[in-house]
T-cell receptor, first 114, second 116 residues
Framework: AQSVTQPDIHITVSEGASLELRCNYS??????LFWYVQSPGQGLQLLLK??????LVQGIKGFEAEFKRSQSSFNLRKPSVHWSDAAEYFC????????????FGRGTSLIVHP | DVKVTQSSRYLVKRTGEKVFLECVQDMDHENMFWYRQDPGLGLRLIYFSYDVKMKEKGDIPEGYSVSREKKERFSLILESASTNQTSMYLC???????????????FGPGTRLTVL
């Protein structure tokens, strides 16, 4: 079965600084990878997803993520963080032919200092 | 845009009460899901449904049941609420025609349930 690890429970950055949130997955074949964001008091919203092709994926709100097969990683990045980016971020993995349910990581809470 | 709505944003119930959480989606999605979210534990799947009247247990179904009489509506039922069911409950839906876990999930805003 596939699994997802988000090693950082909390990340604190200053507004305007760059951001990288880590996600590692465990699965034998090519996975389908997602990043979701949960703003305070809200449900989850899809930021971006990778199925195949270009390993650098662009998403909404200025985020991007890079799939690195050799490292089993799908890290989320943003060059300049805004205070409104403070939220919980979830990485998820799905597999072709698998169940209807993706596997979610435990989430990383992003704190943005002014 | 897909819209997933949940009947309540906040709910306070007493131990032993029967609790209904309602979820409605407006995009004719096949799959619907109920998760609970607790700090440090992420999202844990309670039940999901891939068709009307069909349901499957997730990782933590104990103490919960579900109902899906119509395609757009998926209800979570706490038969006898207990304090350890105090949590955030998230409903989600996904298209399902291509099936499987490649589909994007669309989430509702969540219901924060407190059981006293």
């Amino acid at each position: 079965a596939q699994s997802v690890t988000q090693p950082d429970i909390h990340i604190t950055v200053s507004e305007g600084a760059s951001l990288e949130l880590r996600c590692n997955y465990s699965y034998g074949a090519t996975p389908y990878l997602f990043w979701y964001v949960q703003s305070p008091g809200q449900g989850l919203q899809l930021l971006l997803k990778y199925f195949s092709g270009d390993t650098l994926v662009q998403g909404i709100k200025g985020f991007e993520a890079e799939f690195k097969r050799s490292q089993s990683s799908f890290n989320l990045r943003k060059p300049s963080v805004h205070w409104s980016d403070a939220a919980e971020y979830f990485c998820a993995v799905g597999v072709e032919g698998g169940s209807y349910i993706p596997t979610f990581g435990r989430g990383t809470s992003l704190i943005v200092h002014p | 845009d897909v819209k997933v709505t949940q009947s309540s944003r906040y709910l306070v119930k007493r131990t032993g009460e029967k609790v209904f959480l309602e979820c409605v989606q407006d995009m004719d999605h096949e799959n619907m899901f109920w998760y609970r979210q607790d700090p440090g534990l992420g999202l844990r799947l309670i039940y999901f449904s891939y068709d009307v009247k069909m349901k499957e247990k997730g990782d933590i179904p104990e103490g919960y049941s579900v109902s899906r009489e119509k395609k757009e509506r998926f209800s979570l039922i706490l038969e006898s609420a207990s304090t350890n069911q105090t949590s955030m409950y998230l409903c989600a839906s996904s298209f399902g025609l291509s099936g499987r876990a490649t589909d994007t999930q669309y989430f509702g805003p969540g219901t924060r349930l407190t059981v006293l």
